[in-house]
């Protein structure tokens, strides 16, 4: 599974996908897999049921992963700009 992360040594993040910086707070993650669901390219769920980022959230649109980060039921994955401003949660 490793060589299918983004970042392997920080599978949750804080990894960069275009313009985002995509992080999922693993404490607050409750594997509702609801992220998967609207970004199936960006996230998976790992053995722990914790999302973690996959290389082929570069073939996903910017505006997915936010839908995907708004659709968390525990706000668990945190986005911000290139500049650091935390898009999402706001």
Same mark, same amino acid.
């Given at each position: 599974?490793?060589?299918?992360?983004?970042?392997?040594?920080?599978?949750?993040?804080p990894v960069?996908?275009?313009?985002?910086?995509?992080h999922?707070?693993?404490?607050?993650? %409750?594997?509702a897999?609801?992220?998967?669901?609207?970004?199936?390219?960006?996230? $998976?769920l #790992?053995?722990?049921? !914790?999302? +973690?980022?996959?290389?082929?959230?570069?073939?996903?649109?910017s505006?997915? %992963?936010?839908?995907?980060?708004k659709?968390?039921?525990?706000?668990?994955?945190? $986005?911000? #700009?290139?500049?650091? !401003?935390q +898009?999402?949660?706001?």
């Amino acid at each position: 599974m490793a060589d299918t992360l983004l970042d392997p040594k920080n599978p949750s993040g804080p990894v960069v996908i275009g313009k985002l910086k995509v992080h999922v707070d693993r404490d607050l993650c %409750i594997g509702a897999a609801t992220c998967i669901a609207v970004a199936p390219k960006t996230f $998976i769920l #790992d053995s722990e049921a !914790k999302a +973690i980022v996959l290389q082929s959230a570069q073939e996903e649109t910017s505006e997915t %992963i936010i839908e995907s980060a708004k659709a968390c039921p525990v706000a668990a994955i945190i $986005i911000t #700009d290139e500049t650091g !401003k935390q +898009i999402f949660p706001e």
